[in-house]
């Protein structure tokens, strides 16, 4: 007898010991179901984890939705990469940064000499950093780089550059999205040959109906920024439009401004770097990145 109730002590705490290892064993094989630190919390489900967000990674690292076709109705503050078609059907891609509310103005950003360079030599953080200052902001890749049609060369040999600017100045305004840009508080911003299609449009755009630019910033300008037209030709013009210039102390050409306008001002960087390379992320950003905010808020802010 004594034999027996021990025998059946042994067996019944073995059972008990079979069922609690099934029980952690059907637990951790549910992705669900993990234990963090003994306690009952469940751990994101993959389910959970891709319904979290919607947004897509961009090729600049930043997160991006997906793309729309030729703008579509934005909704405010909403981050897209957009496109829409110039005057002579070249089809461009830009990065659209709409403003969360009413916003102060809008800044069109173009990029160095294509097909070498494209949009992404505005970083996310610089576009950012206009947006949470209140602006819109479109970088542009121009025709003949990046994700955009057309021909490089004629982004800034021939007439066929302003045509890309026409169309960013065009789209920003379009009354298509929740939160279009007011007319009267564009600024554009061109890089090294950025600078011809900027100037090209501000003194020779076909489209006489779109709006002058309030401001303008070129960040190393050059002999190529007079391709198609010379600022001695557009002087009166010129020297009432507010004009920011951004350049290293080993390009030169900007120095022969440095008189030509109490509405200009021109920003030496010693040791500087040619153009959108001053966008390190470092001292020279740290230098250049608030002197365009600045202009901005200065000229298209208020």
């Known amino acids: 007898m004594k034999y027996f109730l021990i025998f059946t002590l042994l067996f019944l705490t073995n059972c008990k010991t079979d069922s609690e290892a099934k029980s952690n064993e059907d637990a951790s094989s549910d992705p669900d179901l993990s234990v963090k630190d003994g306690s ?19 090729k600049d690292g930043g997160e991006k939705d997906l793309p729309s076709t030729d703008g579509g109705n934005q909704d ?22 709409p403003p969360a509310a009413t916003a102060k103005g809008a800044v069109i950003l173009f990029h ?3 097909p070498s360079n494209n949009r992404k030599g505005y970083p996310l953080r610089v576009r950012e950093a206009f947006s949470k200052a209140g602006y819109a902001v479109l970088n542009v890749d121009r025709r ?13 040999s021939g007439p066929k550059g302003r045509f890309d600017v026409e169309a960013a100045v065009k789209f920003v305004l379009s009354t298509d999205r929740k939160c279009a840009s007011n007319p009267q508080k564009i600024m554009l911003v061109g890089a090294s040959n950025g600078t011809t299609s900027v100037m090209d449009y501000t003194t020779g755009r076909d489209d006489k109906s779109l709006p002058d ?9 050059g002999s190529y920024t007079e391709g198609q037209n010379k600022i001695a030709d557009h002087k009166a013009q010129l020297q009432a439009l507010s004009l920011l210039i951004v350049h290293p102390s080993g390009e030169p050409y900007a ?4 008189n030509f306008s109490e509405n200009w001002k021109i920003i030496t960087l010693d040791k500087g770097r040619h153009g959108t390379n001053n966008f390190d992320g470092g001292k020279l950003e740290d230098l250049i990145l608030p002197a365009l905010i600045n202009w901005a808020d200065k000229t298209i802010g208020d």
């Open 40 to 58: 009952n919390q469940k751990d994101l489900s993959k389910k959970d984890q891709s319904s979290k967000t919607d947004m897509k990674i961009g």
């Open 255 to 258: 120095n022969a401004f440095k």
């Open 76 to 97: 405010c503050g909403k981050v897209d990469v957009v496109q829409f078609s110039t005057t002579d059907g070249v089809k461009l891609t830009a990065d659209y940064h």
């Open 112 to 114: 160095m000499i294509p």
């Open 144 to 156: 003949g780089a990046g994700e955009s049609e057309g021909t490089a060369k004629d982004a800034y």
């Open 213 to 221: 630019p309030k401001a303008v910033a070129w960040l190393s300008p």
